[in-house]
């Protein structure tokens, strides 16, 4: 089968947002390639190996890829789509020198190629992300294994964001609380909390795409429906009072995570106020370096307190508490 290959050349800083306008117009894989050049700094404090070689993709710079069926409309996609990076400025996302490319490839170059580059990867003191391919044995019974099929939805471990997502989660989960997942992607954040102790985890998206990998990845790891809950919906939708049955958790619930872009999660953040019980706690990531001091302020003016700031490579974490 033929399908058509439109990459754009971009910044790191704009390879969600981009990679979400794909996975909307629908595309049917989107692959992401950032610098791999010697200067760009690698987490390793956990023992983490890169097998995929170095590239000549400048530092700061990123290759993002969509594959649209042959009998897609493509011409009339890739319009669309260049219509919404245009307007990524609007929201202070610098985007670079923009350039793009179409081809048409056979599905065989590119479908299953990635699985090759995609390793069990150890992300914190306690978590380590197996792909279902590969074979992997615990170094002790401490160390709790994440089974991953990530399919077409963001959240391998292998971003900055979801690493840091994690290893902060590892730091908060004390064991028993019930915890929401607001734009849970894979659900790799979900089983994760889990993992770490949590009681129950609500995994929201608006994506039906990351939905189903959801769900798919809370079964391969025996979770779903007794200790994950997977919804399509918003944080809003729930406090509305429109979907309240069998949500796995009572709300308001003692931990929120968000792992989207700041823009995002400028928009609900006395939603998700709302959703916490006094001395809740909110971890918000996703946050690129130069949007920090904007949700930071945002954070304290809906009456959050700033516990701890997270960092890896050029994005941010926030770890706040609903005063009590």
């Known amino acids: ?105 056979n599905e065989d170059d590119w479908a299953t190629a990635w699985k090759a580059y995609f390793k069990p990867l150890k992300v914190s003191e306690r978590l380590t992300i197996k792909p279902t391919w590969e074979d992997y044995t615990p170094a002790n019974e401490a160390e709790k294994i994440i089974e991953l099929d990530p399919g077409m939805a963001f959240g391998t471990g292998t971003h900055p964001t979801t690493a840091l997502c994690l290893r902060t989660l590892e730091k908060v989960i004390r064991g028993g609380e019930e915890v929401i997942d607001v734009g849970t992607g894979s659900g790799i954040l979900a089983i994760g909390a889990v993992l770490l102790g949590a009681k129950h985890v609500l995994a929201l998206d608006l994506d039906p795409v990351a939905v189903s990998s959801a769900k798919e990845n809370s079964q391969l790891n025996g979770m779903l429906d007794h200790q994950i809950t997977v919804k399509e919906s918003d944080l809003l939708s729930l406090l509305s009072g429109d979907q309240r049955e069998d949500l796995g958790v009572t709300l308001p619930v003692q931990v929120i995570v968000a792992n989207i872009l700041a823009e995002i999660i400028l928009l609900f953040i006395d939603d998700v106020y709302r959703a916490l019980e006094p001395g809740g706690v909110y971890i918000a990531s996703g946050i690129y370096k130069n949007k920090e001091d904007v949700v930071q302020q945002a954070l304290k003016d809906s009456g959050f307190e700033i516990e701890d700031v997270c960092r890896d490579e050029d994005w941010v974490a926030f770890v706040a508490r609903k005063r009590s």
């Not at 058509?4 to 971009?10: G, Q, V, W």
């Not at 649209?68 to 996302?93: C, M, N, T, W």
């Not at 020198?97 to 048409?104: G, I, N, S």
């Open 1 to 105: 089968m033929l399908w058509h290959e439109f990459t754009i050349h971009t910044t790191e800083e704009a390879v969600e947002m981009i990679s979400n306008f794909l996975h909307e117009a629908g595309a049917g894989g989107v692959s992401i390639e950032e610098s791999g050049t010697l200067n760009k700094k690698r987490d390793t404090s956990f023992g983490q190996w890169y097998e995929m070689p170095l590239n000549d993709i400048p530092e700061g710079q990123a290759e993002i890829k969509g594959y649209f069926s042959e009998e897609s409309p493509v011409e009339q996609i890739i319009a669309e789509v260049k219509e919404r990076i245009g307007q990524l400025h609007e929201y202070g996302i610098d985007t670079g020198e923009l350039r793009y490319e179409l081809k048409t490839v």
